[in-house]
């Protein structure tokens, strides 16, 4: 390790202060819970990413502050009894595995599935919730995101059913085609509700977002349904999707707005098939000719395109279209 850290610049080594080696983590588990320590569930943490690792040139680490979530853990999942294997332990399946994350809820799931990672939301279960229970309710099993949740804590069970409503509002967004055209440039559209759950327990009513890269606005979208987001970009294009996907347009709106130009809409359509009407025809019917004979398309194409009136901005012929439509 000395070795190493002499290897690093002045920055990495502040950084590498905030984490600790999976190696050191164990033997300070090990001395601080004695008997309560059990190494092969601490690495059941790490498989489900109850606790992150993070490698860097073949050594793995953890965060330091998740040493205090290992710790309390540990002494959920110790000598748990018989009565709660039975009462918390079914899922559907009888090969499954489970881990006590708070007092009244476990974490269950099959046991070939030990390395798939689970979502943030169970951290913030982890993080947020005391391992006294504020308020009992019966038995529920709560399935989200290929994760299934089994407690008697109702504020855990509010908080799960709070997930699913927020996952079902952020299907409705996904599913929404309107800014995929600007997928291109990096958007977070995938990860928005990793995003989302994460920085969820660190609102207050008051939490106001701002997205400072708002990209295509998939982040801010989805942030909008929850609060005021500010949002901004270098292009005006990204802060123009930013700003009419957020709560303040919706689908009511757009019905009227489309109804208030329709009609404008629709007169420009009839004056413009008068004027280009005949040239209209003409390219369709080039467009729709045998491609064998590519030859004769190509200098029908070309004839047309020759003898067809251009309209520009300064063109005589275009301010007088332009005179007629408004």
Do not use: W
């Amino acid at each position: 390790m000395e070795v190493f850290m002499s290897t690093l610049n002045a920055n990495e080594k502040e950084l590498l202060k905030h984490f600790i080696t999976v190696d050191e983590a164990v033997i300070e588990l090990k001395n601080e819970l004695k008997e309560k320590f059990n190494e092969d569930l601490f690495y059941r943490f790490l498989n489900k990413f109850l606790i992150i690792p993070v490698t860097r040139d073949d050594t793995t680490y953890i965060y330091r502050h998740d040493m205090i979530l290992c710790n309390k853990l540990m002494r959920l999942n110790y000598n748990i009894t018989d009565q709660e294997i039975i009462k918390y332990g079914y899922n559907g399946s009888f090969l499954v595995s489970r881990i006590k994350i708070s007092k009244g809820t476990f974490l269950i799931y099959d046991e070939c599935d030990n390395k798939s990672a689970v979502p943030v939301f169970v951290r913030n279960i982890l993080y947020d919730f005391s391992e006294n229970q504020e308020e009992q309710c019966e038995l529920c099993q709560m399935d989200l995101l290929g994760t299934t949740i089994v407690t008697t804590d109702l504020g855990i069970r509010r908080y799960i059913e709070n997930a699913i409503f927020r996952k079902h509002q952020l299907d409705k967004i996904k599913h929404s085609n309107f800014a995929n055209s600007s997928s291109y440039m990096g958007s977070k559209k995938k990860i928005v509700g990793f995003v989302l759950e994460s920085i969820l327990p660190h609102l207050t009513d008051e939490s106001v977002f701002l997205d400072i890269m708002c990209g295509s606005g998939a982040v801010s979208n989805a942030l909008a349904q929850m609060g005021n987001v500010y949002a901004s970009d270098a292009q005006d294009f990204c802060r123009l999707l930013a700003k009419i996907q957020g709560k303040g347009f919706n689908s009511d709106k757009a019905k009227l707005l489309l109804k208030n130009i329709y009609k404008d809409y629709n007169d420009n359509l009839n004056e413009l098939q008068h004027e280009c009407g005949s040239a209209l025809e003409a390219e369709d019917s080039i467009f729709h000719m045998d491609l064998n004979h590519r030859q004769h398309v190509l200098e029908s194409y070309q004839d047309f395109i020759n003898n067809f009136e251009l309209y520009s901005s300064t063109d005589v012929n275009s301010k007088k279209i332009l005179d007629k439509i408004y």
